[in-house]
């Protein structure tokens, strides 16, 4: 079985700071794991995935993520919040004959 | 990369009626398509798992009976809810699983009823 924890459901920053969206997984099979951004009614956009290779993964908008065995931890970042980052954040984890498992969710506001 | 789309991308329908989304895999085939709900401001949860050709299996709680789905090729996978009634609102996210079993998502139905 698999889960996935997101540590606080909204987050707020100041434009220019740093953006660090927590995640945790539990797998009983060896994860992939993703992040993904929603904006309000639009769907899913793949920000990035761990699938076993290198363990800092770099995405789009200047996003990136760490996976962390030792901490089962996947966690997003961002060196310098925009204000087009606002959205809703997604983390996700998924192994082999397993579903698709999402996290809760982080609703990220950047304040000016 | 691999392209999901869904039509429509919202519809509003009358109380007992039936609405019809399609999920297509435009540039690969997907041997499994997933249907997600999604209630306003909470995290997808999985409705059930497609594979074409086969019947598709349902997750606990979900009514198989309402929510019709056919996977009837290696593109397309259908979504009827039947029906509907305004608790059925919500978007439906699909996603379609290639060859190395990555999934790609939909861009989502908004559904209301009224």
């Known amino acids: 079985a698999q889960s996935v924890t997101q540590l606080g459901s909204h987050v707020s920053v100041s434009e220019g700071a740093l953006v660090l969206l927590r995640c945790n997984y539990s797998?009983?099979?060896?994860?992939?794991l993703f992040w993904y951004v929603q904006y309000p009614n639009q769907g899913l956009q793949l920000l990035l995935k761990y699938t076993s290779a290198a363990t800092l993964v770099k995405g789009i908008n200047g996003f990136e993520a760490e996976f962390k065995k030792s901490e089962t931890s996947f966690h997003l970042t961002k060196p310098s919040a925009h204000m087009s980052d606002a959205a809703e954040y997604f983390c996700a984890v998924w192994g082999y004959g397993q579903n698709f498992v999402f996290g809760p969710g982080t609703r990220l506001s950047v304040l000016p | 990369g691999a392209v999901v789309s869904q039509h429509p991308s919202w519809v509003i329908c009358k109380s007992g009626t039936s609405v019809k989304i399609e999920c297509r895999s435009l540039?690969?085939?997907?041997?499994?398509m997933f249907w997600y709900r999604q209630f306003p401001k909470q995290s997808l949860m999985l409705m059930a798992t497609s594979n074409e050709g086969s019947k598709a299996t349902y997750e606990q709680g979900v009514e198989k009976d309402k929510f019709l789905i056919n996977h009837a090729s290696l593109t397309l996978s259908t979504l009827t809810v039947t029906s509907a009634h305004p608790e059925d609102s919500s978007f439906y996210i699909c996603?379609?699983?290639?060859?190395?079993?990555?999934?790609?998502f939909g861009p989502g139905t908004r559904l209301t009823v009224l």
């Open positions: 996603s379609a699983s290639g060859q190395f079993n990555e999934q790609f």
């Open positions: 540039d690969f085939q997907a041997t499994t």
């Open positions: 797998s009983s099979v060896p994860p992939y």
